[in-house]
């Protein structure tokens, strides 16, 4: 299994999807981009925005389906329910582009954690689509999780062109 990394996404795609989806994160200029990490399902590429630590993470349960915690919240989380399919010519490498020390050292704790438990992560996203596409989410998640299905049908316009 291929290492993870830490990606920004290009604010022109995040712009073309928002039309089509309102779950799907601002980018926020360069005050607080739109981080994630990129992995594959279902033969897309697919972007899982990262969440800076905020004291309500831990308190988040680890059995939430939609969330994926980074060392118990204490690093952020994963906000699985707000994946996008992303072509990789959108995506810039992050760490190489921090100049901030304190910043990039919390984004390098972030990346080592979910290297170090990247099956767990996976797992969780897998069993995540599975329950979304056979429509087995409660209301209350899928009001805030982005329509996979949609965004795969826009990805596939957009790298049509």
Do not use: W
């Not at 389906?65 to 699985?80: A, S």
């Not at 990247?118 to 797992?123: E, G, M, R, S, T």
Request: hydrophobic share 35%; charged share 25%.
């Amino acid at each position: 299994m291929k290492n993870l990394k830490i990606y920004y996404i290009s604010e022109s795609y995040i712009n073309y999807l928002r039309q089509f989806d309102k779950n799907v994160a601002y980018n926020k200029n360069t005050t607080r981009p739109y981080i994630g990490v990129v992995y594959t399902y279902n033969n897309y590429n697919y972007f899982a925005p990262l969440a800076s630590p905020k004291p309500k993470h831990k308190n988040i349960s680890s059995k939430a389906i939609d969330i994926f915690k980074i060392k118990d919240g204490e690093l952020g989380v994963v906000n699985i329910n707000n994946m996008i399919p992303t072509p990789i010519e959108e995506l810039t490498e992050v760490l190489p582009t921090i100049t901030d020390i304190k910043y990039k050292k919390m984004l390098e704790g972030q990346l080592t954690f979910l290297n170090n438990h990247k099956a767990d992560l996976f797992k969780k996203i897998t069993y995540f689509q599975n329950m979304y596409r056979k429509h087995h989410l409660s209301e209350s998640i899928l009001e805030r999780c982005c329509n996979f299905i949609l965004l795969e049908e826009k990805f596939g316009k957009y790298v049509e062109g």
